[in-house]
């Protein structure tokens, strides 16, 4: 008897160590995911407080487009963006290194066009065999009335917005545009223009992928740099008239 009822009693601890354990299984779940949602919430509030240049809050690929183009400058394809980088570069090199002229440039890319079509097309008088005829260019009518479409869109908006730094509105964009522009210049005095182009191009093809990879290092110093600038502009501006000191507030 007695050794019955220590099996029972031994018995029922267990049956109350398990409920006690599944109720503390099931009170300690929400708690875990609470501590994980409070978790995801805090990195989120602390990414959305992260610096970005420019007020961005997109990634940089879709900055770009996030498509065929923002693949290239970002060098995604790699073999496609150093084929167009070599072929620029090469054109570079052809036009300003040696010195090579557009217009006798396209005088013998047409005169090689014209040799080899006429090679081509009397190649089965010389050759026994039937050679495919050179097939008819025509461009559709179609593409060439959406791109003038889309080059009339960007040229209205482009005119647009010098009208409206023309009118003084926004004082601050006007002498930002009007020092970017005696920069250019500054450059444009400095280098040719197919240099300049040059330039701009592989700073188009090297600076987007190297701040995606230093994102955060480049993102902090831009901060200090901007807090640096206001704090400089807010000297100059201390200093100039109150109406001039209205317009630029």
């Known amino acids: ?19 006690t354990e599944k109720f503390h ?3 300690s779940s929400p708690s875990d995911s609470d501590d994980e949602d409070h978790h995801s919430f805090s990195m989120d509030s602390v990414k959305a407080n992260v610096y970005r240049m420019f007020g961005r809050e997109k990634p940089v690929h879709k900055v770009f487009g ?28 052809l036009f300003e290194l040696f010195q090579y002229h557009l217009l006798t440039l396209v005088c013998h890319l047409l005169l090689l066009s014209l040799v080899v079509m006429f090679l081509w097309s009397h190649a089965s008088t010389f050759i026994k065999k039937s050679i495919p005829k050179i097939p008819q260019v025509v461009l559709p009518e179609d593409i060439v009335l959406d791109v ?12 647009f917005i010098i009208r409206e730094i023309a009118l003084g509105k926004d004082l601050k964009k006007f002498l930002c545009v009007i020092t970017g522009l005696w920069i250019v210049s500054v450059f444009g005095s400095c280098f040719s223009f197919l240099t300049l182009f040059y330039i701009s191009f592989l ?11 230093y994102e955060d290092q480049v993102d902090a110093f ?15 501006l201390s ?6 000191k209205d317009k630029l507030a």
């Open 239 to 244: 200093k100039l008239p109150e109406g001039i």
């Open 66 to 93: 996030g498509g065929k183009a923002a693949d290239i400058f970002l060098w995604r394809e790699k073999k496609v963006t150093g084929s167009v980088v070599g072929v620029t570069t090469a054109i570079w090199v």
């Open 203 to 213: 700073l188009l093809h090297t600076v987007p992928i190297f701040y995606e990879t």
């Open 25 to 27: 299984g099931h009170d």
């Open 222 to 236: 831009a901060e200090k740099a901007e807090a640096e600038i206001k704090k400089q502009f807010a000297v100059y």
């Open 148 to 159: 003038a479409a889309a080059l009339r869109v960007e040229i209205n908006r482009a005119f």
């Open 1 to 19: 008897m007695g050794d019955h009822s220590s099996d029972n009693d031994s018995f029922i601890e267990s049956v109350t160590e398990k409920i």
